[in-house]
């Protein structure tokens, strides 16, 4: 079954967020996921939440982003489930969501979320250290947190990138493996 994975840059696109390109090849490469016109704009919203309710209802469903991208994350979840609550997402991932982007938590759509901040004022404090949170009553998501502090937008991190493989390998696999309903 094929996994289908949604990247999205933070402000500025690949002109800020040169990680995120070689992050979304190495998706693609390493774990054989569709990551169409990965990565997207942050503003792409839309176009990613469409583009996952045409998916067949039980194809593993990943998404990532950096920065504002980071942010859009669970915008994406939440707008799926607002219109599909039976709509999975497998995974969200981001690399040092900011303070100045979208605040919104992690819908109970999204089985496992796992989001790097950073503390770190290089460029400018803000940048980086927003932290996900879950949705009221969210009871579903298993939601981690940790702190490396690169300077934003820390997307290139190597052992980052690699932790995120490794997790959206296994979360894959578990979609893969989970009971379909008949």
């Known amino acids: ?3 289908y994975g949604f990247g999205m840059y933070g ?3 690949q002109s800020a967020d040169r990680g995120e390109d070689q992050f979304s090849r190495r998706v693609a490469a390493e ?6 016109a990965s990565p997207y704009q942050e503003y792409d919203v839309n176009n990613i939440v469409t583009a996952i309710l045409a998916l067949p209802s039980d194809a593993p ?3 990532w982003g950096t920065s504002l991208g980071a942010n859009n994350a669970p915008v994406v979840a939440a707008n799926v489930y607002g219109l599909n609550p039976n709509r999975i997402i497998h995974g969200i991932w981001g690399f040092q969501a900011s303070q100045f982007g979208a605040h919104l ?3 109970p759509n999204v089985l496992f979320a796992h989001l790097t ?3 770190n004022p290089i460029p400018l404090p803000g940048l980086g250290s927003y932290r996900w949170v879950k949705a009221e009553g969210n009871t579903v998501t298993n939601l981690y947190l940790d702190t490396v502090n690169d300077p934003h937008p820390g997307d290139g991190n190597a052992a980052v990138q690699n932790k995120y493989l490794d997790e959206m390998r296994r979360v894959i696999a578990a979609a893969e493996q989970a009971p379909k309903v008949a």
Request: proline fraction near 5%; aromatic fraction near 4%; avoid cysteine.
């Open 1 to 3: 079954m094929t996994a």
């Open 11 to 13: 402000w500025l696109g």
């Open 31 to 36: 774990l054989g996921v569709n990551v169409g």
């Open 61 to 63: 469903v990943i998404v």
């Open 105 to 107: 938590g992690i819908p």
């Open 117 to 119: 901040s950073s503390d």
